[in-house]
């Protein structure tokens, strides 16, 4: 059966425009104004914006760290996905000390196959970096993995720099790219041992132990590092201005950089910290949540294209699992959802508050996504031959955000109480009517999605 999508405004990364969708077996056959068809599912979206499904390019589901594991796993994770108009999330498979990166990615094909709703594909956050790891990386690339994670925090997953050389060069070789999360490990020790010192365990001081400078220096000496390797690099939930300047700094030298933003990023400041009680325990995230002027200054970044992906970073813990850092906060479990969000909160504080453009949404949440993880144009496009996963925007629905409306699996919603403007209306996953007004109809239709090679975004 053919469906047909009449009277819309289809939106991709270069303009808005009306016209019709038609799409049957998964894949779009027509988009131009006027489609007349007589056989098809007819379906009148006048007034609706209709999005290229989105990409969260930034989840951990089931990820087991800081002696727990995350509240969503792949079931309720990609439910939530798909609620919120996101068709397609990229996890970080990781690869724990002592295994191989095929190991790891089978470990997380055990997790995801079956089990999730929306599409999926893995990155692999390497962990431990050696001769075998190296010689794995061309048939982990070749069989649809080709985007990497390295952190340069974390007692687990600590690259040193060394190591981040080599596998730059290594990905460089071999036709991946990386995502790297930058925060300078030995400052964040000594500032947490200062704060201990000094008798402070609560959740403040978890802002006071990662400065902006922290994300800063990190960031700097990686893209040093891969101006050295001679090979582009991203720079995933970047969360401050002065983060930001060495990239600046860093495009200047003529280096390829991609930045990613998140939500919490763009919608709070560091206030969270000092909320009554327990309550920013809740926001307690890596890198943090920065002063107000960061927040503005990531505005005027997206605005700028500067920025040229927004995902979430999600990694859900419930106010139980948050509960283990009472009485000290480097034991609270990092991480908050925001799957399920994403797009209204764009769409609200980006396009309705902040003079984003609808092709800016496009571009930040489906088509760079796409493009940069090599999925397009099969993804992040409403163009004939494509993927019929396409969501259909209820600019004007009011809502107001709440646990109570959420699909994720937690106990509290970080954006309690925001109303919005705003809403995924209709989620189509490969032509199936996958998602209703937060409602999730289709379970578990998900695919794997092996993807290329990076394309480069001008
Ligand atoms: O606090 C966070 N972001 N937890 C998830 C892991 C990471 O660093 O991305
Ligand atoms: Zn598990
Ligand atoms: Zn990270
Ligand atoms: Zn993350």
Redesign the pocket.
């Given at each position: 059966m053919k469906t047909l999508l009449k009277g819309g405004t289809v939106v991709s990364g270069s303009k808005a425009v009306a016209a019709d969708v038609l799409m049957e077996n998964g894949t779009i056959l027509d988009v131009k104004p006027g489609i007349e068809e007589k056989e098809a599912d007819i379906i009148d979206v006048t007034g609706r914006l209709l999005f290229p499904g989105f990409i969260d390019a930034?989840t951990?589901f089931d990820?087991h760290?800081a002696g727990t594991v995350t509240a969503d796993d792949f079931e309720s994770g990609t439910k939530a996905a798909l609620a919120g108009g996101t068709t397609m999330i990229i996890d970080?498979a990781t690869q724990y000390q002592g295994e191989s990166l095929h190991q790891a990615l089978n470990n997380w094909h055990k997790k995801a196959d079956g089990y999730a709703s929306c599409d999926y594909g893995f990155h692999l956050a390497i962990s431990d970096w050696n001769h075998s790891v190296s010689e794995e990386l061309d048939t982990i690339v070749s069989e649809g993995v080709t985007s990497f994670k390295l952190?340069m925090t974390?007692d687990e997953m600590y690259m040193a720099d060394k190591k981040i050389y080599q596998i730059l060069k290594r990905l460089k070789e071999a036709g991946g790219i990386a995502g790297v999360?930058c925060e300078n490990k030995g400052i964040i020790e000594a500032l947490i041992e200062e704060e201990k010192a000094n008798g402070n365990f609560s959740v403040n001081a978890h802002k006071k132990t990662r400065p902006a400078a922290v994300e800063a220096e990190a960031a700097g000496r990686l893209l040093k590092i891969a101006q050295v390797a001679d090979c582009p690099v991203i720079i995933?939930?970047l969360s401050s201005e002065a983060g930001y300047k060495e990239i600046a700094y860093a495009r200047e030298r003529g280096q390829e950089v991609y930045v990613e933003t998140c939500p919490q990023y763009l919608i709070f400041n560091e206030d969270v910290y000092d909320l009554p009680g327990f309550e920013g325990s809740k926001y307690?995230?890596?890198?943090t949540i920065k002063k107000e002027s960061d927040r503005q200054k990531l505005w005027e970044l997206l605005k700028a294209d500067q920025i040229q992906t927004v995902s979430t970073?999600h990694?859900s813990f419930t106010t139980a699992q948050k509960a283990a850092g009472r009485e000290d906060f480097t034991k609270i479990p990092?991480?908050?959802p925001g799957v399920e969000a994403r797009p209204a909160l764009v769409y609200n504080f980006g396009v309705k508050q902040n003079g984003l453009t609808v092709e800016q949404m496009c571009r930040m949440l489906s088509e760079n996504p796409a493009k940069l993880y090599g999925v397009y144009p099969r993804k992040g496009v409403i163009a004939p031959g494509s993927d019929a996963d396409l969501v259909v925007f209820n600019p004007d629905a009011k809502w107001t955000m709440s646990v109570e409306n959420q699909v994720a699996n937690v106990d509290y919603c970080p954006f309690e109480g925001i109303s919005v403007e705003g809403k995924a209306e209709l989620v189509f996953l490969k032509g199936r009517l996958a998602a209703e007004n937060g409602e999730v109809l289709l379970e578990k239709t998900g695919a794997y999605v092996a993807r290329n090679k990076p394309m480069v975004i001008s």
């Open positions: 930034h951990h990820l760290v970080f952190y974390y999360h995933v939930h307690v995230i890596s890198p970073d990694c990092n991480g908050m």
